[in-house]
């Protein structure tokens, strides 16, 4: 019982990021980016739509990349196949890499 509760949570987790992934993906909502948050209320408000996209951008994969995250490992809870808990341990990596390399990437354009 414990197990499908905990997957339940897992799988509202995944749809959540997913839902947050898309708005970014359509530059829409609140900018869920370090850049951005830290900024200064000026700082925001002088961004243009250009200057947010690649940041809109990394957050969508971020957010995509957790969303599936989530959802292998509700899969994971509920089945405990480890196929699932191989699937979401690559997913990890890929997102660190990604992560990082987008942020040398951004840093490097500057």
Do not use: H
Not at 21 to 36: D, T, W
Not at 74 to 94: H, P, R
């Amino acid at each position: 019982m414990v197990a499908k509760i905990l997957a339940v949570l897992m799988f509202i987790a995944a749809v959540l990021c997913a839902v947050a992934s898309i708005r970014a993906f359509m530059e829409k909502g609140y900018l869920f980016n370090n850049k951005y948050i830290y900024a200064s209320k000026q700082q925001r408000e002088q961004m243009t739509d250009e200057e947010k996209k690649p940041y809109y951008r990394q957050t969508a994969i971020t957010f995509l990349l957790l969303s599936v995250m989530w959802l292998f490992n509700g899969l994971y809870v509920l089945t405990k196949s480890g196929a699932f808990l191989a699937v979401t341990t690559v997913v990890a990596f890929v997102m660190f890499f990604y992560v990082i390399a987008s942020y040398i990437k951004m840093c490097d354009k500057k």
